[in-house]
């Protein structure tokens, strides 16, 4: 792997990173011509398709129809609604803009904007292949890339797209209660039927091996467990029997989440049923990190308690902080329990980062931008249950477009529910009798497949565009520590987001506070650049607050952190070819407005 600096030319640009430019529309439209091209080809190509589907059907729109005054009419309004909301929409979010630093999206990429097209103009509902001869397949195609890039086995793993992170989220949830109730619905049958003497916990934990193993060894029928099932029966009527099974009453099953998790992960446990009681956090390090000995304290506390756990959540990408957890040491811990038959259920929320594995050298090679420590967690995904991935974040796919992804069959299992009028000509594609959405458009998947494709998922491709946002990030970073006195950054920074404060002469939190809601303020109201806020709150961030107080030297007198936080994912906020350095120009503008 080359170094940043013997990868330099005259230009201070090697040729691969010039070759990304044509990737992305630019940031003033320069690859225009290209894209108007492409779009002309599509829809020429779409017309003639539809030309040759039977044209001895013969035109339902006459030249004489073309000519009504009404039609004429009605194409006319159409037209002026039209340049109407062209010139609303001169008011949205330059997104697309290097000023653009604040939430977590930014330019499309030209294959995704022209994958997500054509697929538009088809309109396939990859609900069936009996609905979608092409899109569903499309859709297989590239769940299989985004497997391989996140460390799975293309050929073992399943997987679908979803319409975002959340909807991946709770699907990863459910399926994780799928196994939670057929493990409990086994240990209460065999307690009942054949004398058997496990606890909630065991029962719960047995895994897909052991839950086979008793089916094969005493006969059991799947359906023979239904009278046991919360799910089948609902958490009322069950509890009766879960008393007589188990001696002692069902105080439900738990999720273990890190306190930097995102809001979804409370949507699923309402969703699901569980009860907000469920919902169990995890303690963060002063780095924003789950922290792994709280994890183990609470594993063993609960296994004391007879109380299940159903899913145990790691993320690679927080959304307040970019910060990624130890995948790697989170599993470790959790391989120990499986040594000793206990399975657990390790789910991790990749939403944001995981794209950042494609600038991990599969060949076990430093990468050139992540650091030793996020690679091992990137490494480790290889081992995980489950894992969700936003392609419309750091995939650079327009939204909406996240995708759930499973090791293997067996963490793809869940209720399925049929429709007489679907038909499923193709088991191994049809997904749609087991995915929380029914219709689902074509356009996330094709998107993918084609900017998978086109850019590549590894460190020279997609990996090389991503770790230049890294290398954009510290240039950035060293620029405020030299040049801006009165701003002070947090000190975990994994991928290439940004937060800091407006410290000052401020010698309280809450004084630095004010003056960093001010400045946040002061920047997007200059028309200059558009950063974001976020805010660590008390008792989830505690431990950062706390080191970051001691560490900036001001007084601790407030229960939350306030934020200037910028995401790095533009291509071009870093590059040496617009009249102004967009890094140079921020930071001086941080100096500037600080106080």
Wanted: overall charge neutral; hydrophobic content about 35%.
């Amino acid at each position: 792997m080359k170094t940043i600096e013997n990868q330099s030319t005259e230009t201070n640009c090697h040729s691969n990173e010039i070759a990304t430019k044509s990737y992305f529309l630019g940031p003033q439209a320069e690859n225009a011509d290209w894209l108007r091209h492409q779009i002309l080809y599509i829809l020429d190509h779409f017309f003639q398709w539809r030309k040759d589907h039977r044209p001895a059907d013969g035109q339902a729109i006459s030249r004489v129809d073309q000519k009504n005054e009404n039609f004429l009419n009605n194409q006319n309004n159409v037209q002026r609604m039209i340049q109407d909301l062209c010139h609303r929409f001169e008011n949205e979010v330059p997104q697309f803009s290097p000023r653009y630093i604040g939430h977590m999206y930014s330019e499309l990429s030209l294959p995704s904007l022209l994958g997500n097209f054509l697929a538009l103009l088809h309109n396939p509902n990859i609900i069936s292949t009996e609905a979608s001869r092409v899109g569903a397949f499309i859709e297989d195609e590239a769940i299989k890339d985004l497997a391989e890039m996140l460390f799975y086995n293309k050929d073992q793993s399943f997987g679908h797209f979803t319409s975002c992170g959340t909807v991946a989220n709770i699907e990863a949830l459910w399926r994780a209660r799928y196994c939670n109730d057929h493990f409990l619905a086994m240990g209460a049958y065999l307690n009942t039927n054949h004398q058997f003497a496990l606890s909630f916990f065991e029962s719960c934990h047995m895994g897909w091996d052991k839950f086979n193993q008793y089916c094969r060894q005493y006969n059991i029928k799947e359906d023979a467990l239904k009278e046991y099932s919360y799910v089948f029966l609902g958490p009322w009527k069950v509890q009766n029997i879960y008393q007589k099974a188990f001696a002692k009453p069902y105080q439900g099953s738990v999720v273990l989440v890190p306190n930097s998790k995102h809001y979804s992960w409370l949507k699923a446990v309402s969703l699901l049923g569980l009860g907000d009681v469920s919902f169990i956090g995890i303690n963060l390090t002063h780095q924003g990190q789950m922290c792994v000995s709280d994890l183990e304290n609470k594993i063993l506390d609960l296994k004391q308690k007879d109380i299940p756990i159903m899913m145990i959540v790691s993320i690679l990408g927080t959304t307040e902080l970019g910060v990624c957890d130890p995948v790697d040491k989170i599993q470790n811990l959790l391989n120990k329990y499986n040594e000793n038959k206990l399975f657990f259920w390790h789910h991790v929320d990749a939403a944001y980062g995981g794209y950042f594995a494609s600038a991990v050298d599969k060949k076990h090679l430093h990468s050139l931008y992540l650091s030793p420590e996020v690679e091992n967690a990137f490494r480790s995904l290889k081992n995980v249950q489950s894992i969700t991935i936003d392609p419309h974040k750091l995939g650079y796919i327009p939204y909406a477009c996240g995708a759930f992804l499973a090791k293997n069959s067996d963490y793809y299992k869940v209720s399925a529910f049929e429709a007489k009028y679907i038909q499923s000509p193709t088991k191994t594609i049809d997904r749609w009798m087991k995915t929380l959405e029914g219709s689902r458009s074509a356009q996330g998947a094709t998107a993918t497949w084609l900017s998978s494709k086109a850019l590549g998922l590894h460190p020279e491709g997609h990996g090389l565009i991503l770790g230049r946002t890294i290398k954009a990030r510290i240039i950035l970073e060293e620029k405020i520590k030299q040049q801006c006195p009165n701003m002070a950054l947090l000190e975990k920074n994994d991928l290439n987001l940004l937060c800091m404060i407006n410290k000052g002469s401020a010698i309280s939190l809450s004084d630095a506070n004010e003056k960093t809601e001010k400045l946040i303020e002061l920047i997007n109201q200059s028309n200059s650049f558009i950063v974001s806020k976020t805010t660590l709150k008390s008792p989830e961030y505690q431990n950062i607050i706390d080191y970051h107080c001691e560490k900036w030297n001001i007084k601790n007198d407030s229960a939350e952190i306030v934020l200037l936080r910028l995401t790095l994912m533009n291509p071009f906020f870093h590059n040496n070819q617009t009249n102004v350095s967009f890094i140079d120009e921020f930071a001086n503008k941080l100096n500037e407005l600080s106080c």
